[in-house]
């Protein structure tokens, strides 16, 4: 009891002190004279009208009502927000204090565990992403072999339900050939035996799978539901008829081939995650057409005779081949820095326009909400940022965020803090 005072007394301040103070803004808005790039139809110079969650016109010289708000922006680069394809925002807070953790549950098959409802709309690290331009990112649980589905987040909102943003997607943590993390201590023996294993209990728990989905099936084809209710499969037959993606987290080249077939043999709607070899099998992702989410990129490389620079330039190889990629940071607390992973990956082959869509439009593409956000057009979501520069440079400062047609406040707990010591009271 005593301890869980201690972590409640902890909390309370620090989750106060670090929230925004003011409140956001509805419109409407117009944003003048800015530089607008779509990421869709190149750039644009003139204005955008923002009413209600959407944006309403782009043009020049847009008339505005009276109560609409007008934001100059001269000499400013108006964008799409960031979409960061794999994060446990919202699922953990303090790294060392397991009672802030909350995105792994114990076992190997969860599936029917829903990440959105472990999500924390308070959490302090959602205003430290937001103001670097991030808008929506997936929060994903982790551990075992079906940790639970994924659901993907705008990162404004008083519940879970309000921030949800249209797409969920199980989560399949492909058996690995490889080794766990530098210390892990087992031999090419025991590798092999425990990969077989896990491919076994993988093999297995689908074949059940696909066997209830088609009692299910059969059953709703009468009329009448299954008799013998199994939360863990029933959330599984969506994925079996290939109507919800797996998300396949999967990075060794061996295990990518393995997956491709795995995927084939059961023709599962597939998106693979991580994918750190993936530049060695472009042309089998290319032939099967799965799509990939990367990252992240600022790592080290994965074996002691790769190149420097693999970690950089495997996004920007997958690409050229004609994979379709998104890129993830696979962070909790620096999801922030998605926009300098992207540079990164742009630096080392990809593409400054080509890193930017893949961590807009390709993200929103992949995850079937293209129609909705992931770039500027007419008709969708007013998530966007107006910023001083490049956002890829560290430099680049935003100065008005906008999620869902709400004008965010640029606050977070590092603001705070700056703004306090630059104004210290009484100065001693």
Wanted: proline fraction near 4%; charge should be negative; aromatic fraction near 8%.
């Amino acid at each position: 009891m005593r301890y869980i005072l201690y972590i409640t007394m902890f909390l309370i301040p620090f989750s106060m002190n670090g929230q925004m103070v003011a409140k956001a803004k509805k419109g409407p808005f117009l944003l003048k004279n800015g530089s607008i790039h779509t990421i869709t139809n190149g750039v644009i110079a003139g204005d955008i009208l923002i009413e209600g969650d959407r944006i309403k016109q782009i043009g020049q010289d847009l008339a505005a009502s009276e109560e609409t708000t007008i934001i100059d922006c001269e000499g400013k680069r108006i964008y799409p927000g960031m979409i960061d394809g794999g994060t446990k925002l919202g699922l953990g807070e303090i790294s060392s204090i397991s009672l802030t953790q909350d995105a792994d549950e114990m076992g190997d098959f969860t599936p029917h565990m829903e990440a959105l409802t472990a999500i924390n709309p308070n959490s302090v690290n959602i205003p430290v992403t937001r103001t670097n331009g991030v808008t929506t990112v997936l929060a994903k649980p982790s551990g075992g072999l079906f940790p639970g589905r994924a659901a993907l987040i705008d990162l404004f909102g008083y519940t879970p339900e309000s921030m949800y943003s249209g797409f969920k997607g199980q989560i399949l943590n492909f058996p690995s050939t490889g080794r766990k993390h530098r210390w892990d201590k087992r031999s090419e023996d025991e590798i092999k035996k425990d990969a077989e294993k896990a491919m076994k209990k993988l093999n297995g728990f689908w074949k059940k799978c696909e066997t209830y989905t088609k009692m299910d099936s059969a059953a709703n084809a009468t009329g009448k539901q299954i008799d013998d209710y199994n939360p863990q499969l029933s959330t599984m037959t969506d994925v079996v008829n290939g109507e919800e993606k797996l998300l396949i987290r999967v990075n060794k080249k061996e295990d990518i081939l393995a997956a491709i077939s795995f995927v084939n043999a059961h023709q599962i709607n597939a998106v693979f995650v991580g994918v750190i070899d993936g530049w060695r099998v472009a042309d089998s992702l290319v032939k099967y057409d799965i799509p990939v989410i990367t990252g992240p990129i600022l790592a080290l490389p994965s074996r002691s005779s790769d190149r420097y620079d693999a970690p950089y330039a495997n996004a920007g190889k997958m690409m050229k081949a004609g994979v379709l990629v998104a890129i993830q940071t696979n962070e909790t607390e620096n999801v922030r820095n998605l926009p300098f992973n992207a540079a990164f990956a742009a630096n080392y082959g990809m593409g400054i326009d080509e890193a930017m869509a893949a961590i807009t439009i390709n993200a929103a593409t992949i995850f079937g909400v293209e129609n909705e956000i992931g770039s500027i057009e007419e008709g969708k979501r007013a998530n966007l940022y107006i910023a001083d520069g490049d956002p890829f440079e560290m430099k680049t400062r935003i100065s008005e965020l906008f999620i869902g047609g709400y004008q965010i406040p640029i606050e977070n707990r590092h603001t705070l803090l700056h703004d306090e010591f630059m104004d210290r009271f009484p100065g001693k």
